[in-house]
């Protein structure tokens, strides 16, 4: 599941021309799993037809990224048992659900990042994950803790 900077690298023209805006393509592969840039800002790929099967290749590697949050994270709702584990040990909830998720009861935060809702968890709010905005941590509690490999990250 996991789609790494070197699978989309691979299959890029591999030119480094700067047309994407990024000094090499490895630096755009980068950015494409980062999501800040989009694959289409490769001009070579989409311009010229010898590229047209790398194309194809990478779009349909790319497709879970419509998916996942900002954060990268993707969960699968047919493999979750809505068992919480990813909810008691996120260190968020722990930390600012003390007597809730951070004592391994139900959450009691009014807005927390997971919540388990008709037996599978759903993300609420991705703003408080420590994975989201420009100063992210790569955490991988949730994803650790999960005993049915519901919860994935595009980096793996």
Do not use: W
């Amino acid at each position: 599941m996991a789609i790494t900077p070197m699978e989309i690298y691979k299959l890029l023209p591999k030119t480094n021309c700067k047309k994407c805006g990024e000094p090499t393509c490895m630096s755009f592969a980068f950015k494409v799993i980062n999501r800040e840039k989009q694959i289409e800002d490769c001009k070579p790929l989409f311009e010229e037809d010898k590229y047209a099967k790398q194309r194809e290749q990478l779009l349909k590697l790319l497709e879970p990224l419509k998916e996942a949050t900002e954060t990268g994270l993707i969960v699968d709702e047919s493999k979750c048992t809505g068992c919480a584990n990813c909810i008691v040990v996120c260190p968020v909830h722990a930390a600012e659900d003390p007597y809730g998720a951070g004592s391994g009861l139900g959450i009691k935060m009014e807005n927390p990042i997971l919540r388990v809702e008709d037996g599978k968890v759903k993300v609420i709010n991705l703003t408080i994950c420590r994975r989201y905005g420009k100063n992210r941590v790569l955490c991988v509690a949730c994803r650790e803790n999960c005993p049915t490999d519901a919860i994935s990250f595009l980096e793996g």
